[in-house]
């Protein structure tokens, strides 16, 4: 891995907006029919736990995370990400960078690739002493793991974009932190510009687990119709190591 594993992050947006505002009121034109529902306020504490959450991403510059596939099914002739581990960085608000290693099923097969990502382009690499290439990440079934961290595309969307607001209660993660679960749904639209999905006008459901003592978004699940022949798959993406110092260059081609 190209990284001084020092600095991570992952930052968001103005979540606290979209979740206070709460319903946006029924719309009548004199014609029942025409109504529009309002959109259900969060819980007060669950507003104001995503409105904490989102003043710490927001200032967060680096992250590490994990990622695990469930239900992804071994179509041949096509190519799907199923795990991988890595760093992202945002060293400034216009710029994101990736480093990382996935497993990815190319025609059937898991295959691990080695991935950076810096200043848009894209280099895989198949193999430890392969070479290193520049590459469309939709050939490895993925969508380039930069912009998971990018305010407009990333994670920090999908927390702006979170509909149907829910307390999930609390769980406990596997190093015994106890979060707070938060549960919805965006639009597989929003989906497909953090994983490419088969239905983008499909919802994906979401559970968001944040720490309530430090405010860290650790978990997220999204569940979705993310494949043609299978109806439902899920995502796991772990974060931590906030803020440790990170540095990514890109590789020699």
Known sequence: MHVSRT???????????????????????????????AEPAPPPEVA???TRCLDFLDGSRTAA??????????????????SGKGVMSRPTPSTAAFDGDL??????????????????????RTGENAAWQVSDPGAFGMIDPATWIEREKGIPRMLTELKSVQ?????????G????????????????????????????QITLSIDPKTYELRRAVMTGHFFESAPSSSYVVRL????????????KV
Request: with cysteine; charged share 20%; proline share 4%.
């Open 65 to 82: 995370f994990t990622v695990k596939g469930t239900g992804v099914p071994k179509d041949a002739g096509k190519s799907r990400m199923i």
């Open 103 to 124: 497993k990815v099923l190319i025609s059937g097969s898991e295959v691990p690739v080695s991935v950076i990502s810096f200043r848009g382009r894209l280099y895989v």
């Open 177 to 204: 932190t106890v979060v707070h679960d938060v549960k919805g749904y965006i639009t597989g639209y929003l989906a497909a510009r953090l994983i490419p999905i088969a239905d983008v006008n499909s919802r994906v």
């Open 240 to 251: 931590f190591d906030y803020d440790e110092k990170v540095v990514i260059k890109p590789p």
């Open 7 to 37: 600095t991570r992050s992952i930052l968001t947006t103005a979540l606290a907006v979209v979740l206070t505002v709460g319903g946006l009121g029924a719309c009548s034109t004199g014609d029942r029919s025409n109504t529009v529902a």
């Open 167 to 175: 307390d999930g209660g609390t769980s406990t993660l596997d190093d």
């Open 48 to 50: 104001n736990l995503l």
